[in-house]
């Protein structure tokens, strides 16, 4: 949700009752042009025209699968990091990205 409201006009925010660090991924989404600002369990979306690729890291699961979704919709080249959280929980997620028409690929090193 984070992801689309970082393209969605206007000002969202979005309250987490659970986890304190659940907004991990926001520092991440900001390299890629969002304007987000968090803060606790509390992250406040400004909406923006674009996402621009960039090299990124995944800090969790969630956070993985956000920065998926936003390399998705950026324009340019995304590199996301630390695969092993998204490997954990979404099982060949590549080929379920390119079924929806994503240019993803996986690079070994």
Same mark, same amino acid.
Do not use: C
């Given at each position: !949700?984070?992801?689309? &409201? ?22 991440? &989404?900001?390299? !890629?042009?969002?304007?987000?600002? +968090? ?11 674009? *996402?621009?690729?960039?090299?990124? %890291? ?6 993985? +699968?956000? *920065?998926?979704? #936003?390399?998705? #919709?950026? @324009?340019?080249?995304? @590199?996301? %990091? ?12 590549? @080929? ?5 028409? +994503? ?5 070994? @090193?």
């Amino acid at each position: !949700m984070g992801v689309v &409201l970082s393209l969605a006009n206007g000002t969202s925010i979005i309250n987490e009752s659970i986890w304190d660090s659940r907004f991990q991924y926001t520092e991440e &989404l900001n390299k !890629m042009g969002a304007k987000i600002t +968090a803060q606790g369990k509390s992250a406040v979306f400004e909406g923006v025209q674009k *996402l621009t690729g960039a090299p990124v %890291y995944s800090s969790d699961l969630r956070a993985g +699968a956000a *920065l998926v979704i #936003a390399g998705t #919709a950026a @324009e340019g080249i995304t @590199e996301i %990091y630390n695969l092993e959280h998204i490997d954990r929980g979404y099982e060949n997620i590549e @080929e379920k990205f390119r079924k929806i028409g +994503a240019n993803i690929e996986r690079i070994k @090193e």
